[in-house]
T-cell receptor, first 114, second 109 residues
Framework: NAGVTQTPKFQVLKTGQSMTLQCAQDMNHNSMYWYRQDPGMGLRLIYYSASEGTTDKGEVPNGYNVSRLNKREFSLRLESAAPSQTSVYFC?????????????FGSGTRLTVV | ELKVEQNPLFLSMQEGKNYTIYCNYSTTSDRLYWYRQDPGKSLESLFVLLSNGAVKQEGRLMASLDTKARLSTLHITAAVHDLSATYFCAVDITNDMRFGAGTRLTVKP
């Protein structure tokens, strides 16, 4: 039962570098999400994808782009990393209806921008 | 704008004691979640509350939802050390789940 898989688990970037965080789910969920978690705060939604082929901004989208590559995969890209983007990033997926509802989270990517 | 407020933010308890964590939210929603997070780990789903008056229990934890008061509670009964973690409530409005800041619970012998 892999659930939601994120890579990498840790990353250090220099200011201005770019990188892509990868996320894949094997539960056949339609919706996928990217959150960031900063110390002393709950998770904040960056972007989400309600279904394959669609993406929408969340609460804190600035400085990020996303791609819903297919139903399984949803990537998050930082084009020009800034120290303010130092955070822990969580990918999640969800499905509604039937006995299975709610969100399943990946194990997180700890990103440091220096 | 949907706001979710938890209190307390920090809670230190003695083993065997009872306590309640409160979660208030500002906009009508029928979906309220409670999650547990251990240090350095991901979020583990504890409860999903889908309707007014919903009550769910798992072991020493019980969650309830009052949609009219926009309030959910997480009650801890006879706390044990293994319950030490950060607990988050979250409210979902169609693909926009907003989290509270979390309650860091420490259970001491």
């Amino acid at each position: 039962n892999a659930g939601v898989t994120q890579t990498p688990k840790f990353q250090v970037l220099k200011t201005g570098q770019s990188m892509t965080l990868q996320c894949a789910q094997d539960m056949n969920h339609n919706s996928m999400y990217w959150y960031r978690q900063d110390p002393g705060m709950g998770l904040r939604l960056i972007y989400y994808s309600a279904s394959e082929g669609t993406t929408d901004k969340g609460e804190v989208p600035n400085g990020y782009n996303v791609s819903r590559l297919n139903k399984r995969e949803f990537s998050l890209r930082l084009e020009s990393a800034a120290p303010s983007q130092t955070s822990v990033y969580f990918c999640a997926s969800s499905e509604w209806g039937g006995p299975n509802y709610g969100y399943t989270f990946g194990s997180g990517t700890r990103l440091t921008v220096v | 704008e949907l706001k979710v407020e938890q209190n307390p933010l920090f809670l230190s308890m003695q083993e065997g004691k009872n306590y309640t964590i409160y979660c208030n939210y500002s906009t009508t929603s029928d979906r309220l979640y409670w999650y547990r997070q251990d240090p350095g780990k991901s979020l583990e789903s504890l409860f999903v509350l889908l309707s007014n008056g919903a009550v769910k229990q798992e072991g020493r934890l019980m969650a309830s939802l009052d949609t009219k008061a926009r309030l959910s509670t997480l009650h801890i009964t006879a706390a044990v050390h293994d319950l030490s973690a950060t607990y988050f409530c979250a409210v979902d409005i169609t693909n926009d789940m907003r989290f509270g800041a979390g309650t860091r619970l420490t259970v001491k012998p």
